[in-house]
């Protein structure tokens, strides 16, 4: 299966420390070696990376890893394909755009006969169920909402509904940003940290890399990074219960509602 690192901040901030770790399970320390992708908000735009290589090979990854891209929301992707071949139009993230805004959408798992009603709205350009997972969402979104952004917990409401209804399917671990704030599911595994003052030294479990964040940072600063695993050996890690939709804002988780699926009917 794939991973998944997330992070979101309550200031802008580089991910090169996480990606440095994240980086070398794509195809050095794990199997994830069917592409990656890692894609940054800034303001109201955003940087997106892509390689059909693994991560550990990739000079685009090289350029990330030294790159020190400030953001407040980023999302990225190790692949190991289930469905749909090895290439660009296959890799994660995703993006669209949905009320004048870019979304992200990053997913780890495997869903089976999902073959949602599609009208045109949103369409997958490569053959994965988790780039159609995601076109169905922004698609039943806009039903849903119309051609206007929602408030925050509507639209988090909506999210989890659509959520408990793809994961009927089977595995739908994912990683979803507009850019204000990041929504992460744990339909198996998911994990996370949240950094804040007093800060202190992470080292890494994929690299033998520290870092003192306490000479970095400021009093102020908050960062929330999420794994598929964690990413230190040195910090608490702590692991999402499976079937939970989360909502982090500013650098920390706000609310999380339950999703294992029940009764409810299901959409067109």
């Not at 990376?49 to 929301?73: G, T, W």
């Not at 992707?77 to 755009?97: S, V």
Request: with cysteine; net charge negative; proline share 6%.
């Amino acid at each position: 299966m794939c991973q998944l690192l997330g992070m979101n901040c309550n200031v802008p901030t580089d991910i090169c420390f996480s990606f440095t770790g994240f980086q070398a399970r794509g195809g050095a320390t794990d199997v994830h070696s069917d592409g990656w992708g890692i894609a940054f908000f800034e303001g109201r735009g955003t940087r997106l990376f892509l390689d059909h290589q693994p991560s550990c090979q990739s000079p685009v990854a090289e350029l990330v890893r030294a790159y020190p891209i400030r953001s407040k929301n980023v999302v990225a992707h190790i692949r190991k394909a289930t469905q749909g071949a090895i290439g660009l139009e296959n890799t994660h993230p995703f993006i669209r755009e949905l009320w004048g805004r870019y979304w992200i959408f990053a997913h780890n798992g495997n869903l089976l006969d999902f073959a949602p009603e599609l009208d045109g709205s949103f369409l997958p350009v490569g053959l994965t169920d988790s780039e159609r997972a995601f076109c169905w969402i922004l698609q039943q979104l806009r039903l849903r909402f119309g051609h206007a952004a929602p408030e925050r917990s509507a639209l988090f409401a909506e999210i989890r509904a659509l959520t408990v209804e793809i994961a009927r399917h089977g595995e739908f671990n994912f990683l979803l940003s507009n850019g204000d704030c990041l929504f992460a599911h744990a339909s198996t595994r998911l994990t996370y940290i949240v950094r804040q003052a007093p800060f202190a030294e992470a080292h890494l479990n994929d690299q033998d890399v520290t870092v003192d964040f306490s000479a970095l940072t400021t009093p102020e600063d908050r960062v929330a990074v999420i794994a598929t695993q964690p990413l230190t050996d040195n910090e608490a890690w702590q692991t999402m219960q499976p079937g939970t939709l989360w909502w982090f804002e500013e650098g920390q988780p706000v609310q999380t509602l339950a999703t294992l699926p029940g009764p409810e009917k299901k959409r067109a």
